[in-house]
């Protein structure tokens, strides 16, 4: 049994305690879904998939969604759960079952709303995008997502952290010609022709944008080198993968644009790998105004990319909050800081209700 009346600190270990690696979430699914309508009332409950949704219908003026991933990545010899005076040890203790137990036990214990709720509890984040339970829902319930702000409970140190970076990836390519390294001069080294690339890499100068009050600053950098043939060969070819995390207020189209000017001029090829936007933070929209009144004005810029994302895209304001530390995430020793877990139920109890701590 899972009991989202009582100490969300057990709720966490209990749920950490019930393996879900991605894929294979559907015992914790099934579990959270009989105790949500065992032990909530006034909520319409839905599954989809190893999804379990659940909403009010108050007629209150605005809505306030929760979202948070089931799954994790596969466990380390990190389970069953451990715990020291400070820490809660054990596979997905900060990714993310902290703020999963967080928003089970607020959609239990809360009576008086400020906000009509809506809990989406979604599988398969953890891996490729393709399989993401969130899109599948976006899919096949739209209307499920509606919200005047959402907020997704990934682990941010207990901060409010305000939509995301957007970021993509692309491969510059040199040509050269081939020649035997003893008479290099017979071919064109296509490493060497790579120089010039890394040199404007090195002299970027990335932009801080101010969005909101949320300082985003960008980053331009080469993640990957490729090239070489045999110790004895001049290379014909050689690449090099560049990864450019850009503030929210440009599209993914105007990110590739930019990247392009980066490296006008040079001899090079540029191919655009994968790209995904960023998140507007949204935080002047009334609804997200009073969360950041409740946090006593504690939010920052999300530095990554999440699936505040998808709701951006929707016209959602999101943020990220949740009481892991990021840091600590995917680790052999993943924990959570226990107070952090206490921290987040008193902050979103105050704005959820209206009566902030």
Known sequence: ????????????????????????????????????????AGFEIVRNGDAVLAR?????????????????????????SHRDREYLYGCGTTDMKSGVAVFLHLAATLKDLAHDLTLVLYDCEEIEAAANGLGRIERELPDWLAADVAILGEPTGGYIEAGCQGTLRVVVTAAGTRAHSARHWMGDNAIHKLAPVLARLADYQPRDVDIDGCVYREGLAAVRIDGGVAGNVIPDAASVTVNFRFAPDRSPEQAFAHVREVFDGLDVTIEL????????????????????????????????????????????PAVNFGPGDPNLAHRRDERVQMSLITDAVTLLRGYLTGHPA
Request: charged share 20%.
């Open 273 to 316: 790998t994968d790209s995904a936007a960023g998140a507007l933070p949204g935080l002047s929209r009334p609804a997200a105004a009073a969360l950041v009144a409740a946090a006593g004005g504690a939010v920052r810029a999300k530095y990554g990319w999440t699936d505040v994302s998808r709701f951006s895209a929707l016209g959602i």
């Open 1 to 40: 049994m899972l009991d989202l009346h009582g100490d969300p600190i057990e709720l966490t270990a209990a749920l950490v305690d019930i393996p879900s690696v991605s894929r294979d979430e559907a015992h914790l699914a099934d579990l959270v879904e009989a105790e949500l309508r065992e032990q909530t």
């Open 56 to 80: 009010t219908h108050r007629g209150l003026p605005s809505r306030v969604l929760l979202a948070g991933h089931l799954d994790t990545v596969p466990i380390a010899d990190n389970l069953p």
